[in-house]
C-alpha cells in the first residue's frame, strides 16, 4: 500500500472503531433578549421570587451581587453528611455550582472543628436569582450564602424544626463587642471560609472583626476579606467571587490592602460614640424597587426559560 493511502485508510478504520474525536456539546447560555412590555416595568422581585425552579441554561452569573440574576442554579440538596439547609419554605437553598461547592467543602473542614458537626446553612439565592421577595439587597446572582453562626449539633432536623430553630447572636453593645457565646471555635469557622481561594469577602459585626484581628496570631492575610458591616450577628455573610471566565458577572472591588483591622476598629469607635450627625447631609432618597429591565438582558431569557 502507497504510503499516502495508508494514513488515510488508519484515520477511516479509527473513525469507524468510534475513535472520532468528539464536538463538545454546545453551550446552553441565555441569549440577551428584547423584554415583553408585560414584564418590563414589573417589580423584578415578583417576578423571580414566583420561580420554583432554576432555568434550563448552562450554569452563569449575570449583572451585580445586588443587580442581576443566575443561570442554571443548582440547589444545596436539604441534608448532607455535614450541612442542613434551614428555612426550607423560603426555596432559597439555590445558587451556582460553585458555591454550592465551596458551602460542601467547608461544611466537612468544619465538621473537624470541635462542638461543630458542620454547618447550618442559611439563605443562598432563589432559583434564578434576582430581587428577592423580603430581606437581601444582594444574593442575586448565585454566589452570596449566609452561614449561621450557631454550631450545628445536630444534623437530623426536621422541616419544622428548621423552619422554628433559631441562629444564636453573638454581638454585645450593638455590635461593639461579642458576647459570651463567641468561642474560638467561631473564629476557626470563620477562618476557614476566609483561607478558600473562591471566597471574595465575608460580612461580620464589627465586634467580631475586632475580636479576631485582636487574637490572630501567624498569617493574618486572611483577615482582609472579613470585612464589617451591620447586623451580620447571626450569621456571617460568604461573597465568592465571580468564577473564571464568567463575562457577564461583574465583580465587586476588591478590599483595600491590609487586614482591615483599623477599619473595624473605627467602626466600633463610631458604635460607641458616634459622630454629631451632619445638618447640611441630604436626605437618603427612597430605593426605587428593581424592575426586569433593570437588570442585563440575559436575565429575561433567565426568566422565562422553561
Given at each position: 500500500?502507497?504510503?499516502?493511502?495508508?494514513?488515510?485508510v488508519l484515520l477511516t478504520i479509527l473513525a469507524g472503531c468510534g475513535f472520532r474525536d468528539k464536538a463538545p456539546d454546545p453551550v446552553q447560555e441565555p441569549?440577551?433578549?428584547?423584554?415583553?412590555?408585560?414584564?418590563?416595568?414589573?417589580?423584578?422581585?415578583?417576578?423571580?421570587?414566583?420561580?420554583?425552579?432554576?432555568?434550563?441554561?448552562?450554569?452563569?452569573?449575570?449583572?451585580?451581587?445586588?443587580?442581576?440574576?443566575?443561570?442554571?442554579?443548582?440547589?444545596?440538596?436539604?441534608?448532607?453528611?455535614?450541612?442542613?439547609?434551614?428555612?426550607?419554605?423560603?426555596?432559597?437553598?439555590?445558587?451556582?455550582?460553585?458555591?454550592?461547592?465551596?458551602?460542601?467543602?467547608?461544611?466537612?473542614?468544619?465538621?473537624?472543628?470541635?462542638?461543630?458537626?458542620?454547618?447550618?446553612?442559611?439563605?443562598?439565592?432563589?432559583?434564578?436569582?434576582?430581587?428577592?421577595?423580603?430581606?437581601?439587597?444582594?444574593?442575586?446572582?448565585?454566589?452570596?450564602?449566609?452561614?449561621?453562626?450557631?454550631?450545628?449539633?445536630?444534623?437530623?432536623?426536621?422541616?419544622?424544626?428548621?423552619?422554628?430553630?433559631?441562629?444564636?447572636?453573638?454581638?454585645?453593645?450593638?455590635?461593639?463587642?461579642?458576647?459570651?457565646?463567641?468561642?474560638?471555635?467561631?473564629?476557626?469557622?470563620?477562618?476557614?471560609?476566609?483561607?478558600?481561594?473562591?471566597?471574595?469577602?465575608?460580612?461580620?459585626?464589627?465586634?467580631?472583626?475586632?475580636?479576631?484581628?485582636?487574637?490572630?496570631?501567624?498569617?493574618?492575610?486572611?483577615l482582609r476579606k472579613v470585612r464589617p458591616w451591620w447586623g451580620h450577628h447571626y450569621h456571617f455573610h460568604v461573597r465568592l467571587a465571580c468564577p473564571p471566565?464568567?463575562?457577564?458577572?461583574?465583580?465587586?472591588?476588591?478590599?483595600?490592602?491590609?487586614?482591615?483591622?483599623?477599619?473595624?476598629?473605627?467602626?466600633?469607635?463610631?458604635?460607641?460614640?458616634?459622630?454629631?450627625?451632619?445638618?447640611?447631609?441630604?436626605?437618603?432618597?427612597p430605593k426605587r424597587e428593581l424592575t426586569l429591565a433593570d437588570l442585563p438582558q440575559q436575565c429575561a431569557a433567565v426568566l422565562q426559560s422553561r
Open positions: 500500500m502507497g504510503r499516502t493511502l495508508f494514513p488515510l441569549e440577551p433578549m428584547a423584554i415583553p412590555a408585560s414584564l418590563s416595568t414589573q417589580q423584578a422581585k415578583r417576578l423571580f421570587g414566583a420561580k420554583q425552579s432554576g432555568s434550563e441554561h448552562d450554569a452563569a452569573p449575570y449583572g451585580s451581587y445586588s443587580k442581576g440574576c443566575v443561570a442554571g442554579a443548582v440547589q444545596l440538596p436539604e441534608t448532607g453528611p455535614t450541612w442542613q439547609a434551614m428555612r426550607l419554605s423560603r426555596n432559597r437553598n439555590w445558587a451556582h455550582p460553585e458555591t454550592v461547592d465551596f458551602v460542601e467543602d467547608l461544611s466537612r473542614k468544619v465538621a473537624r472543628i470541635p462542638g461543630w458537626n458542620g454547618l447550618y446553612v442559611g439563605d443562598m439565592s432563589q432559583p434564578r436569582g434576582g430581587p428577592m421577595l423580603t430581606g437581601h439587597a444582594s444574593h442575586q446572582i448565585g454566589l452570596d450564602a449566609d452561614i449561621w453562626l450557631r454550631p450545628a449539633d445536630r444534623l437530623d432536623l426536621s422541616r419544622s424544626e428548621r423552619e422554628s430553630l433559631s441562629s444564636i447572636s453573638l454581638r454585645r453593645a450593638s455590635g461593639a463587642y461579642t458576647n459570651s457565646n463567641w468561642t474560638p471555635q467561631h473564629m476557626a469557622v470563620i477562618k476557614a471560609a476566609a483561607e478558600d481561594p473562591r471566597v471574595a469577602r465575608i460580612f461580620l459585626f464589627p465586634g467580631g472583626k475586632v475580636k479576631m484581628c485582636n487574637e490572630a496570631t501567624g498569617d493574618r492575610s486572611w471566565g464568567a463575562t457577564g458577572c461583574v465583580d465587586q472591588a476588591p478590599p483595600p490592602p491590609g487586614d482591615g483591622c483599623a477599619e473595624a476598629q473605627q467602626w466600633v469607635n463610631n458604635i460607641l460614640n458616634p459622630p454629631p450627625p451632619d445638618p447640611n447631609a441630604p436626605k437618603p432618597k
